[in-house]
T-cell receptor, first 114, second 112 residues
Framework: SQELEQSPQSLIVQEGKNLTINCTSSKTLYGLYWYKQKYGEGLIFLMMLQKGGEEKSHEKITAKLDEKKQQSSLHITASQPSHAGIYLCGADGGRGSTLGRLYFGRGTQLTVWP | NAGVTQTPKFQVLKTGQSMTLQCAQDMNHNSMYWYRQDPGMGLRLIYY???????DKGEVPNGYNVSRLNKREFSLRLESAAPSQTSVYFCASSQGGLYGYTFGSGTRLTVV
């Protein structure tokens, strides 16, 4: 199975600060997904990365996948209270029968205080 | 615009009771999944169904059964609930391949 390590486990930042969340895989990533979860709610899809060196942005959130496809980062610029929640990275299982099965990291709890 | 619908949203069970969690999707997705989320553990796959008529075990299947009733519906059954099954359960669906999942809003289950 795919093992994903997320760091940090929790993050508390002041509004307006930049922050980075990391996701490291034990295996080559065939597809890396970032989700956000607000307390008591389901997961909201943010971005998906597939190619080495790929970078995607949406509003103030940028996700990158390294060239070796074993590490991804999620960067938030000028954080706002609306960014608070749990961020999870998920990796596709890869070849064969595990393709399309997502394995998740343990999540990063982000708190943004005014 | 419903996406993935889970029922119930909350449930309290006594040890040994049984119940079925319901999940339905209206996106014509082939694949459906059941995950559980526990503090500090992230999401762990219980069972999944790659297509109508097929089901397979995930990482933590013990104590659960599933039924893929049709393409839309995928239910999760606890035959004899245990306190260790206290968790938040999420259903998800996907087109399969390298597409992401769409998640339901979850069922918060407490077993006392």
């Amino acid at each position: 199975s795919q093992e994903l390590e997320q760091s940090p486990q929790s993050l508390i930042v002041q509004e307006g600060k930049n922050l980075t969340i990391n996701c490291t895989s034990s295996k080559t990533l065939y597809g890396l997904y970032w989700y956000k979860q607000k307390y008591g709610e389901g997961l909201i899809f943010l971005m998906m990365l597939q190619k080495g060196g790929e970078e995607k942005s949406h509003e103030k959130i940028t996700a990158k996948l390294d060239e070796k496809k074993q590490q991804s980062s999620l960067h938030i610029t000028a954080s706002q209270p609306s960014h608070a929640g749990i961020y999870l990275c998920g990796a596709d299982g890869g070849r064969g029968s595990t393709l399309g099965r997502l394995y998740f990291g343990r999540g990063t709890q982000l708190t943004v205080w005014p | 615009n419903a996406g993935v619908t889970q029922t119930p949203k909350f449930q309290v069970l006594k040890t040994g009771q049984s119940m079925t969690l319901q999940c339905a999707q209206d996106m014509n997705h082939n694949s459906m999944y059941w995950y559980r989320q526990d503090p500090g553990m992230g999401l762990r796959l219980i069972y999944y169904s790659a297509s109508e008529g097929t089901t397979d075990k995930g990482e933590v299947p013990n104590g659960y059964n599933v039924s893929r009733l049709n393409k839309r519906e995928f239910s999760l059954r606890l035959e004899s609930a245990a306190p260790s099954q206290t968790s938040v359960y999420f259903c998800a669906s996907s087109q399969g391949g390298l597409y992401g999942y769409t998640f339901g809003s979850g069922t918060r289950l407490t077993v006392v």
